[in-house]
């Protein structure tokens, strides 16, 4: 009898937050904190108001807290075998599907260029980032999925990742990953 064994490995890619997204997150928070102030305000000289008002003033204060937490992203890499799938992660709980492929679909890795691969977005209209590409080596990877057509997606496996992708890849592109 013979039993197969399945290999997996995942990385997970968490995204920093820089000063653009602090800064969003602190404008998001005084418009609505404003508004918030606003609305109770208002609705203490209106009686009559009070009630919608004062929803009204707790949406604000809920659409603040969800705006924000959309912005906590990270990336989850699994390998499984020769297929890997990607899917991007928002405020630890929200798991959306980015892409999934098999490895023999790799056409090309060449290490990330912003200047080629999403500046001139007419030629690149199917670049996905699937992590932060200041940091790191980020890897362009050059996708044929067979009903899809073509797409660069970019990455920055570790090296556990990197060696558990080498073992599928063709033997032209074990060198670039």
């Not at 039993?3 to 998001?28: C, M, N, R, W, Y």
């Not at 679909?105 to 060449?110: G, H, K, L, Q």
């Not at 500046?119 to 940091?135: L, S």
Request: glycine content about 6%.
């Amino acid at each position: 009898m013979h039993t197969h064994i399945d290999s997996f490995t995942e990385q997970l890619v968490p995204i920093k937050t820089g000063g653009k997204v602090l800064g969003l997150k602190i404008a998001i928070w005084t418009v609505c904190s404003l508004m918030f102030l606003g609305l109770v305000g208002f609705s203490i000289l209106n009686p009559t108001l009070a009630f919608l008002l004062l929803l009204l003033a707790a949406a604000v204060m809920f659409i603040a807290y969800y705006l924000t937490c959309q912005l906590n992203i990270e990336y989850e890499y699994a390998l499984t075998n020769d297929e890997i799938d990607i899917d991007r992660i928002t405020n630890k709980s929200k798991r959306q599907r980015m892409a999934n492929f098999k490895i023999r679909d790799i056409e090309d890795i060449a290490p990330y260029d912003p200047s080629i691969h999403v500046t001139n977005k007419a030629n690149n209209k199917n670049v996905y980032i699937g992590c932060d590409p200041t940091v790191g080596e980020p890897l362009a990877f050059k996708i044929h999925h067979p009903r899809n057509g073509y797409y660069t997606l970019v990455l920055t496996p570790n090296e556990e990742f990197r060696a558990g992708m080498k073992k599928y890849l063709p033997y032209l592109l074990r060198d670039k990953v």
